[in-house]
């Protein structure tokens, strides 16, 4: 890194096949990246990967030096970063997910760069230790705790997740900043958002009158679409002319596919795969429904929103919530309850919200207000 100016290094993004499925960590990371290079920052990027990964499924913005490593046995990979943050030092380490922060917490301790080192925290803890012997549970708790003594201090995603952390691990609520994930383009003129809001359909249901409903996520039991599939069936029996498409892929796709068969959903229901670009599908929804048990944010509520598209969300920990504020930008519902979420949706598509509104709410969300909050937190400062 050039040592004229300010460098971040980003540790845990992870790729472990060729066609894994990704929820929101290569949203925020990216997004961040591109922020602080717009700054005048240098960001590296460590990039963990399987072994049959020849390139990275998502697009790593120019500028970003990336190092790959390859994921494998601890020790190795320790070496591995080691090297990386040895080669290129920076002013801030920043990691996420469970290696990436134990790693990065090993190596900035090897290294005397401790107060550097920034863990994060973006999934539910407790829902992660659930089901857990005591003693394992004990264990893992005591590793976060290690990992943010001595640190810069723990970045969470939620106010919730903050609490939910503190209250389990026994962690000071001053060692812990929230700052909610950088998802919407706030550098776009007003001409620009209306060119894309003019972009044509990628499906032909989104330009057709009859409404539809859309999800969007990794087909796993954690998004819990079993439940919107039988909301959407209440809903359809109610009105013929609704139609449910999902975005996404995962391991539940092939029991998913046999539960709309088994609910009779027939044409009305579409199975689109992983789409790069949701935004361009959302914007022809009727209603965009989160179904989920949990969560550590809720990225796709805030592209919604910023859509323009009105949003249903269980209520589930953490993020929607707080996205939502209470309920004030889209209905909540409890956790696998098919009959609240079809009657919330049914509501939302007679008494949509005012689209300025939904926007205007997402851009509390904006890349430049959470990417400013890091800078300013990891004691970056932009050269420009």
Known sequence: MNRHRRGLTIVGLTQRTPTTSYGGAPVVVLNLARYCLG??????????????????????????????????????????????????PADAILSLGNKGNALAAAASSLLGRRDQFWPSLHHDLATEIA???????????????????????????????????CALTGMPAARVQTIYNPIVDDSLAADELAAEDRQPSPHPWLSERRPVVMGVGRLTA?????????????????????RLMILGEGEEHDRLLAKTAALGLGDDCQWVGFQPEPLRWMRGAAVFALSSRWEGFGNVLVEALHSGVPVVSTDCPHGPREILDAGRYGRLVPLGNPEALASAL??????????????????AFSISRSGEQYVRLLGLTSLK
């Open 39 to 88: 700054l005048g920052i240098d960001v590296q990027l460590l990039l963990f990967t399987g072994p049959k990964v020849r390139e990275a499924r998502f697009a790593i913005p120019a500028g970003v030096q990336l190092t790959r490593v390859r994921l494998g046995a601890f020790p190795l990979m320790l070496v591995a970063v080691l090297r990386a943050l040895s080669q290129r």
């Open 131 to 165: 089901g857990w012997t005591p003693g394992r549970q004990q264990r893992r708790l005591k590793q976060w705790r290690r990992w943010v003594e001595g640190s810069g201090g723990l970045i969470t995603v939620s106010r919730g997740l903050a609490e939910s952390c």
């Open 222 to 242: 954690q998004k819990d679409f079993g439940t919107l599939l039988e909301a959407f069936a209440l809903l359809r029996a109610q009105r013929q002319e609704v």
């Open 346 to 363: 049914a509501a939302t598509l007679d008494h949509p919200p005012a689209q300025q509104a939904l926007r205007q709410r997402a851009a």
